[in-house]
Each structure stands twice: as structure tokens, then as C-alpha cells.
């Protein structure tokens, strides 16, 4: 098992940057490739950014390139997404997840353990 909090969400203006951060629990961290999804009112869960166990790979959906960077601190048992230039349809819930596999997915089906989520407001 697996035991993730998720961290640094808030009410921000468009062009702002947040930093967000999952902590992680349980099972030795660093076994786990990790994700951030989000989901907007209405919508679906989406996939965000991926990471691979020991940082080397990183995958990010289009909306994420060039604006948002995934890391991860196996030391400290952390994930970050740190994101630049938000904007309004940034505005989700964020989720961070682990998967018990080296390689990453985009799909959130193939995640086994889930944060609560930490709420991100992008006004304009």
C-alpha cells in the first residue's frame, strides 16, 4: 500500500506559477513511477505528467509541455508539479498517482494508488 497527499494548490491569477507536491507513504517510493492527473467540473480525469521510478523518464501531455515540470525526490518520498504560466482552463482538481511499474502510463487506469486531490483556481 501506497499513502499519497497531495499539496500546494490555491486560488492564482492567470500567468502565475504553482508549485504542487505529493507525499508519499507506505511501500518504498522509489518502486513506483508516478502521475499527475487532473479533472476539471464536468469533465473526465486527465493525464497531466509522468515520471519513471528514478526520474529519468518524463512523459507530459500537450496541454503540460513547456509549462509544467514533474520531479521527484526519492529521498524525501515527493512528487512536484511545478507549473508556469496557468491559465483559467488549468482550473482542476489535481491528482497525483503511483504505479507499481517502471514504465510510465497515461492511462489512469493503469494506476494503482491515488491522492485525495488539492484543488488549482486559475483566474483571469
Known amino acids: 500500500q501506497v499513502q499519497l497527499v497531495e499539496s500546494g494548490g490555491g486560488l492564482v491569477q492567470a500567468g502565475d506559477s504553482l508549485r504542487l507536491s505529493c507525499a508519499a507513504s507506505?511501500?518504498?517510493?522509489?518502486?513506483?513511477?508516478m502521475g499527475w492527473f487532473r479533472q476539471a467540473p464536468g469533465k473526465e480525469r486527465e493525464f497531466v505528467a509522468a515520471?519513471?521510478?528514478?526520474?529519468?523518464?518524463?512523459y507530459y501531455a500537450d496541454s503540460a509541455k513547456g509549462r509544467f515540470t514533474i520531479s521527484r525526490d526519492n529521498a524525501k518520498n515527493t512528487l512536484y508539479l511545478q507549473m508556469s504560466s496557468l491559465k483559467p482552463e488549468d482550473t482542476a482538481v489535481y491528482y497525483c498517482?503511483?504505479?507499481?511499474?517502471?514504465?510510465?502510463?497515461?492511462?489512469?487506469?493503469?494506476?494503482?494508488?491515488w491522492g485525495q486531490g488539492t484543488q488549482v483556481t486559475v483566474s483571469s
Open positions: 515520471i519513471s521510478w528514478i526520474g529519468g523518464n518524463t
Open positions: 507506505g511501500r518504498t517510493f522509489s518502486r513506483y513511477s
Open positions: 498517482a503511483a504505479r507499481s511499474r517502471a514504465t510510465i502510463s497515461t492511462d489512469r487506469d493503469n494506476y494503482d494508488y
